[in-house]
């Protein structure tokens, strides 16, 4: 598209050399020149022209007139400040001349539109959008002037409204877009606006919202409140947060936060409020569901701590009350034995069997339930000292196969042990769970064997010992084998009539195999027979220094020897004095500890096989009667029946003796 030519006259009027000699040497020119100048004032848009160098302006159907001739310019500022006197787009002040849309397109030549300003014409205030265009010469780039077209917009109030509609439009587009409610007001409260969501949220109308009409919708215990926090930001203005129960269109009361922001006029006065409501029942109901949980916790930690403090007071409670059950047991035992030394017929003798026996099972049920509460409180503690492994099964050997005999029964053992194998563990502990397998097995087998297993295999971290305990007995069901761990529980109901005991052996012995870092399992068919299979991690013990292999060698006593002879302890491992040798001016004082190990899981009737077992290792280790005599022994017992029972069993010992009733001095100066 071509651009306009300048008009530096009139075309109408007349014309330069230029014209007229291009026009008399083109004809098809002069008449494209006055078609051109015709269009251009036929045309109804308004326009003003001004050439480059600011001396020639033409207003073009400003205003309804055409004038007849152009204006010769002096002082183009001059000239618009006088004639065409023009405002900015509000009418807050007069333009200066380089603002006027012609002079700014002469002076920039650069193309513009959408440039806004005001006239005052009569009692109007009219807004003028303009746009301009530089004009060229036709074939070059020179620059002749500029036009620039005027479009009224009409009078200044108009143009505002029109412009906050747009404007409006535009933030009614943006709210619908957002997924929160967003509304507006004036300053008293009165709602004027929602966004869509309202009404999808709702199921209102626009004509049921506006004004107060949105309170319907606010649920009846909430409205007051919220009402009073808007009328409080009207006195002291500012931010409004508040949650409220709002009806949804399916009738569910949910809640929302809704905050409320006021726009201030000059004088600090709430012109409007904006604001948006969110729904936010799920994180609500999430809080609420999170504060029961933790009121929850708070229940079951004081539950645990009340639950731990019982079962620490029922622990303390089973110590004390075993200490307590322990000593009429102890004296119902040795005053068994002094009854047995005395001169009784078979049918006496007889008696005092079954009245030991019985004091042994209640002394094992006793243990059973304090090994199990050091269980269950993590209190109980196991040694690892050094012992034979082969003589701790060969003990076992020989008490269940005299135990079995007496039941018509055959015991056999099958083990890779060849010789005495020196390990680190505890043996009491050990002996415990194959004295509770073998017991088991025993009770439950009428005919047929037992077979003890026992085999050491070496690994790169030390030994691994695998015992088995099988039998012939009458076996178990899968689903009661699956229970027998359980505290407290026998196979069936008839088991605790039948064959007795607490329900606890299995448990303990299971629980100390896994503190000794081994397992305990359990496999039983019904009528066929069960077999019991513990595995323990061992390891193998440090050589002493080699200074220290000068030293006397201990004696270590095995587990026979204490099972057999409690009263072994009572008897020290001193070196006998030379024949002539001078007596001591004063009897020497020895420390020492009972300690009675007593077989566990008998029935009554059955015999003590410790008493059937000679150990002549015991009586080889015995002092000769004149040696015992050098020997006092301090026994501190504050029990009257077990003082009379320790003196007889010392008196036959040849050695001397003396009672003090415990007490903690008594302990300290002594060391027992």
Excluded at 245 to 254: E, F, L, V
Excluded at 345 to 367: G, M, R
Aim: charged letters at 25%; aromatic letters at 6%; one cysteine or more.
């Amino acid at each position: 598209m071509s651009t306009r030519p300048p008009l530096e006259r009139p075309p109408l009027e007349r014309q330069d050399s230029s014209v007229s000699s291009r026009t008399s040497q083109n004809p098809l020119s002069d008449k494209f020149a006055q078609l051109r100048d015709a269009a251009f004032y036929a045309s109804d848009l308004p326009g003003f022209l001004l050439s480059a160098d600011e001396t020639l302006c033409y207003p073009h159907v400003y205003a309804g007139v055409v004038p007849e001739e152009p204006v010769e310019l002096t002082d183009v500022d001059a000239y618009f400040l006088e004639v065409w006197a023009l405002w900015d787009e509000d009418f807050t002040r007069k333009l200066i001349p380089i603002e006027y849309p012609a002079v700014h397109l002469s002076r920039n030549r650069k193309a513009f539109q959408g440039m806004r300003c005001g006239v005052v014409r009569g009692n109007r205030r009219i807004v003028l959008e303009c746009r301009g265009q530089p004009l060229y010469a036709t074939g070059s780039t020179e620059f002749i002037g500029g036009i620039c077209y005027v479009a009224e917009l009409g009078d200044v109030e108009e143009v505002r409204r029109k412009k906050r509609e747009e404007q409006f439009r535009s933030f009614e587009t943006i709210c619908d877009s957002l997924p929160h409610i967003v509304w507006s007001s004036d300053e008293m409260g009165n709602i004027d606006y929602f966004s869509r969501a309202w009404y999808e949220f709702t199921g209102l109308t626009e004509q049921e919202s506006m004004g107060h009409g949105w309170r319907s919708a606010m649920h009846v215990d909430d409205d007051a409140e919220s009402w009073q926090n808007l009328e409080l930001a009207k006195r002291a203005p500012g931010q409004v947060d508040s949650h409220y129960r709002c009806r949804r269109h399916d009738g569910q009361y949910r809640w929302v936060h809704a905050r409320a922001s006021p726009r201030l006029d000059e004088a600090g006065n709430v012109a409007r409020w904006y604001g948006t409501i969110t729904d936010v029942h799920d994180a609500i109901t999430m809080k609420e569901e999170a504060r029961k949980l933790e009121r929850e916790n708070q229940r079951l930690l004081s539950m645990e701590h009340a639950a731990r403090e019982s079962s620490r007071m029922k622990s303390q409670f089973l110590a004390n009350m075993s200490h307590e059950l322990r000593t009429p047991i102890a004296g119902i035992t040795g005053m068994v034995e002094l009854l047995r030394d005395t001169t009784l017929d078979v049918e006496q003798v007889d008696y005092a069997d079954c009245i030991k026996t019985s004091a042994q099972n209640l002394l094992t049920i006793v243990n059973d339930v304090l090994d199990f509460s050091k269980i269950e409180s993590g209190k109980l503690q196991i040694e690892s000292i050094t012992f034979d492994l082969t003589a701790l099964v060969d003990d076992m050997r020989r008490v269940w196969t005299l135990m079995s005999s007496q039941k018509s029964l055959s015991f056999s053992v099958d083990t890779n042990l060849s010789g005495r194998l020196d390990v680190c563990g505890d043996p009491t502990r050990i002996g415990q769970i194959l004295s509770n397998l073998c017991s088991n097995a025993l009770k439950f087998t009428s005919h047929g064997e037992i077979r003890l297993t026992a085999h050491v295999e070496e690994e790169s971290n030390g030994l691994v010992v695998q015992i088995t305990v099988e039998d012939s007995g009458c076996g178990m069901s899968e689903r009661t084998v699956s229970s027998l761990f359980t505290p407290f529980r026998q196979g069936d109901a008839s088991t605790a009539r039948l064959f007795g005991g607490t329900g606890l052996g299995l448990t303990i012995s299971r629980n100390l195999a896994q503190l000794m870092g081994g397992g305990l399992n359990l496999e039983s068919k019904l009528d066929i027979g069960t077999r019991a299979t513990l595995t323990l991690p061992l390891k193998r013990p440090i050589p002493p220094p080699r200074s220290e292999a000068t030293r006397a060698p201990t004696t270590t006593r095995s587990v026979s020897e204490s099972m057999s002879n409690p009263c072994a302890s009572l008897t020290p491992n001193i070196t006998p004095t030379k024949p002539g040798s001078a007596r001591r001016p004063a009897a020497r004082r020895v420390h020492t500890t009972i300690d009675v190990v007593t077989p566990r899981k008998q029935s009554v009737g059955d015999r003590s096989p410790l008493t059937a077992i000679p150990d002549q290792s015991v009586n080889d280790n015995m002092l000769p009667q004149e040696m015992r005599k050098e020997i006092m022994v301090l026994i501190v017992e504050d029990n009257l029946i077990n003082q009379v029972c320790s003196k007889h069993l010392h008196s036959k010992t040849g050695t001397d003796s003396s009672f003090s009733a415990y007490r903690s001095q008594d302990s300290a100066e002594t060391g027992v």
